[in-house]
Each structure stands twice: as C-alpha cells, then as structure tokens.
C-alpha cells in the first residue's frame, strides 16, 4: 500500500469522525428543545457584531454555565465571527473549527482520489481545491437565500412593530414581539437584538450589530430611521409603515425583473457551464487529444484565449441580466 492510498484512508477516517459528529449534535438538538434555544442564542452572542464585545463576552461566559460540558469544550474554541454567522444561517449544528475539518479532509479525499484516477498530479490539486471550497460556496448559496427570505418577512415585521409602538408599547417591546410572534429568520435576528439590549448594550449598538449580521439595504433604511426617530421624535408609526409600503414595492419590482430575465440568466448558465462541461469530459475521456493544448506552444495561445473571451464574455452577460435597484 502505497502512501497516497494510506493518506486518503486517514483523510476518508477523518471525515468520516467528523460527519458522524455532526449527526450525533444534530440529533441531540432536535431531542432537547431547550438547549437548542439556549445554544442557538449562545452562537449568535459568540458570532455577534463588533460592537458593545465587552459586555457580550460577559454574557457569553454567564451562559455557558447553562450548557453541558461538551459545549463549553466547543464554544472555547477560537471561532471565525464571519464563518459561525453562515453556519447559524443555514442551521448546521457545527462550529467554525469543526467546518473547516470537514472541508479541509473532504479537500485532501479529493486530491488524493484524483492523484490515483486522474492522469495528471495538477489536476489532483485542482480536484482537491475544488473539494475543499464547494462546502462554503454551498454556505454562500444557502446565505443568499436566507437573506431574501429575511428581507421577504421585513416588511410584516415592521407592520407589527408598528401596530405596538401605537398601542403603546416600548420600541424593545416591538422588538420582542417580533421576536415571538413571527418565523426564523426574521424572528431569529430580532431575538438576538434583543437579547444584546437586554444585555446592556444602547440601541444603536444593537442595530448595527443586526445590519453587521444581516447586511441588507432595507433593513439598513429601517435601522437608520429608527435611530434617527430617537434623536429627533416623529411618528414612528408612520415612519414604519411607509419603510414597510417601500420595502414590499422594490421586492414586487425585484421580482418582477427576475421574471422577465430569468431565460437570460439561464441562457448565461449554459454558455457559461458548457465550455467547462466539455473541458472536463474531454479531460476524462480523451486525455491525449486535450493534451495538445498544453504540449503545444500553439495550445497555449488557445488556452489564454478562451479563458480571455470566457471572462469577457461572462462580464458582458451579467451586466446585461443584472439590474440594480
């Protein structure tokens, strides 16, 4: 057995410990409701803003008293603040230490299957770092759709802070409400604003540290208004409801303009994929007759231009599909 072989056996145990890990916490949550709750809110502290850090970490170390052993082990760990956001986002029960893991030994199985099927050592690697990277582009898809479905529920949420705010209620009374009455993510992000005023921290603290969490535009517009509303006074009422009338208008116009260039975008996806498609089975099937491309001088100008015309081509597509608003 050679040493490849030997790696990729270690690479494979590895990983193999790690997702079995990631089963075992998965099912340990869903059985205790309320160590999730306490967990959930102990990874948006640990992941939290920048601002007001003294007095979460006092939070944070009053709270760990509240998990088990195994936990207080995980969260000592030093943590990555921008990689625990996207792992609490998509919900996998996993630390940013343990993630890294994942993705480093699934990174090696990739290099070293390649190293022993593929015909060349190169493509090992390219194998190997495209292994390693796919989970956090995964990660990355996943943030997107959390944050259109956060700025979706936004206008609702701001409807019902202001149908407290008139009734009489405080703003962090709002804020809590919304926390309660309405669905993840949106009630998810607003618990842990509240959890950080509780804590001490001034509302201006704990809306930027939302904004750092949830880096939209509109919720942007909303934390902006209500800090300016403190300052100065006004119908906070009225503020709400007309950020909330703004916001529903531009995701009815978002999704109207995705309509209408959705064949674009699937037209770019495949003049896009197909180049990559064809390179890879060509590389597979027919490796001697790929080969030409960089054995011969020749070959090495196609290369450089394909990937010069890829690019060109690719800018001029996005921005015709892609509209800002």
Request: glycine share 6%; with cysteine.
């Amino acid at each position: 057995m050679d040493n490849i072989t030997i790696f990729l056996f270690v690479a494979v145990f590895i990983f193999t410990v790690a997702v079995i890990q990631v089963i075992y916490l998965a099912w340990v949550e869903s059985r205790f409701v309320e160590k999730r709750k306490v967990k959930k809110r102990l990874m948006y502290i640990s992941a939290g803003g920048k601002h007001g850090q003294e007095k979460l970490d006092k939070y944070r170390k009053g709270i760990l008293k509240e998990v088990g052993a195994f936990e207080r082990f995980i969260f000592n760990i030093p943590r990555l603040s921008n990689l625990d956001n996207l792992l609490i986002k998509v919900k996998m029960p996993l630390n940013a230490t343990l993630f890294i893991l994942l993705s480093v030994t699934l990174g090696f199985i990739g290099f070293g299957l390649g190293y022993l099927y593929l015909p060349q050592p190169l493509a090992a690697i390219v194998v190997g770092l495209v292994c390693s990277v796919a989970p956090y582009l995964f990660l990355k898809l996943a943030e997107k759709d959390y944050y259109k479905k956060f700025n979706n529920q936004l206008p609702e949420a701001l409807d019902l802070l202001a149908r407290a705010v008139r009734s009489g209620s405080a703003l962090s009374a709002g804020l809590g409400m919304i926390a309660e009455e309405l669905e993840d993510p949106v009630s998810a992000e607003f618990a842990a604003t509240v959890d950080e005023i509780n804590l001490g921290l001034t509302m201006s603290e704990a809306m930027e540290n939302l904004c750092e969490r949830v880096p939209i535009a509109d919720l942007r517009f909303f934390s902006i208004a209500i800090l300016v509303q403190k300052e100065t006074g006004g119908n906070i009422g009225e503020i709400l409801d007309n950020i909330s009338r703004l916001i529903r208008e531009r995701i009815q116009f978002k999704d109207h303009v995705a309509a209408l260039t959705a064949e674009g975008r699937l037209s770019a996806m495949v003049l896009i994929g197909l180049p990559i498609l064809m390179l890879i089975y060509m590389y597979l099937t027919n490796y001697d007759y790929l080969s030409l491309l960089w054995t011969e001088k020749i070959g090495h100008y196609m290369i450089f231009g394909a990937i010069v015309l890829q690019i060109i081509g690719t800018y001029i597509i996005k921005r015709i599909v892609d509209i800002d608003i």
